[in-house]
Structure formats: structure tokens, C-alpha cells
């Protein structure tokens, strides 16, 4: 038996901009979104959610699950560090969708400023896209976290 359906979709668009204070110089603030993005992420909630990046331009940023299986959520565009990283792809979407992610950093005295954008378009679902504004929000606050806790390390007292 053969199954043919036609339903017409619409194809959807958003931009998510959040942005955060560091109270840690640049380069750290920079790397500590590198971890995060990588071996240190972390779902809301405190789940561990380790993934990969490679930080060149064309690297990978995935998850890798083991056994050759995984997910590609996108790769590296745009790396300049430490002001800027930008990564496209599907992200966590697995039906069409395109994103694009930019991480700005700028240092203004003694702290430094994140600023994240995240731009989409395609079959955008309604529970997804809804979800984002808060994980993103989980998630700059955890590279504040792990910036400042890196910066209280190597400042001595």
C-alpha cells in the first residue's frame, strides 16, 4: 500500500539576542564558552550534555554518542578569538531548518560583554522554538559561571 500526502507549510523565522556580563578578562570569558559549547556543557537542570567542537572554520560541533552515531548540531563559520565565534546548521532541529549562532565578545574595563544572537528559518516547531529563549539563558549564564570561576582560579588574592 502506498501512502501519498501533500500538506503545505509554512516556513518560519526568528532571532533570539541575549546578552550577558562576565566578570572575567576575554580570553577567558571566550574560552569558557568553548567548554561549554564542548566537554563541560550542560542541560538545564544540571544534566551533563558533552559535545564536541572542533574551533577552526569548517569544524564540527556535535554530539557524540559513541559506536559512529551522534548529531551534527552545526559548524564553524566565522572564529576569531577572542571576539567572536559564529556556527550554522541544524542544531538541535532535526526537520528542515537553518540556523546561525554569534558569539560577540567585547572587553569594557574589567569585565566583558557576550553578546549572543541566534537567527532561524524553516519548519520551525512551536515546543522548540519556545524552549530556545530559555536554554540559551541557561546557557550564557552557565559560560558567566565557568568564566568567573576559571578567573577566581588564576587571580591571585
Avoid at 43 to 67: N, T
Avoid at 131 to 147: D, S, V
Amino acid at each position: 500500500m502506498k501512502t501519498d500526502t501533500s500538506e503545505q507549510q509554512s516556513v518560519e523565522s526568528f532571532e533570539i539576542c541575549k546578552e550577558v556580563e562576565i566578570s572575567a578578562p576575554i580570553n577567558i570569558a571566550f574560552a569558557a564558552m568553548l567548554d561549554e559549547l564542548g566537554p563541560e556543557g550542560q542541560m538545564p537542570g544540571g544534566k551533563p550534555f558533552p559535545m564536541k567542537i572542533e574551533p577552526w572554520p569548517g569544524g564540527r560541533w556535535y554530539r557524540d554518542l559513541g559506536d559512529n552515531s551522534g548529531h551534527l548540531w552545526g559548524h564553524v563559520q566565522v572564529i576569531k578569538p577572542p571576539t567572536l565565534l559564529e556556527i550554522y546548521g541544524p542544531l538541535m532541529m532535526s526537520y528542515p531548518a537553518a540556523n546561525h549562532l554569534q558569539y560577540r565578545f567585547k572587553a569594557e574595563g574589567g569585565v566583558t560583554r557576550l553578546v549572543f544572537l541566534h537567527r532561524a528559518m524553516g519548519l520551525i516547531l512551536p515546543e522548540p522554538r519556545d524552549n530556545l529563549t530559555k536554554g540559551w539563558q541557561h546557557w550564557l549564564e552557565r559560560i558567566r559561571e565557568l568564566a568567573e570561576r576559571k578567573n577566581r582560579k588564576e587571580t591571585p588574592r
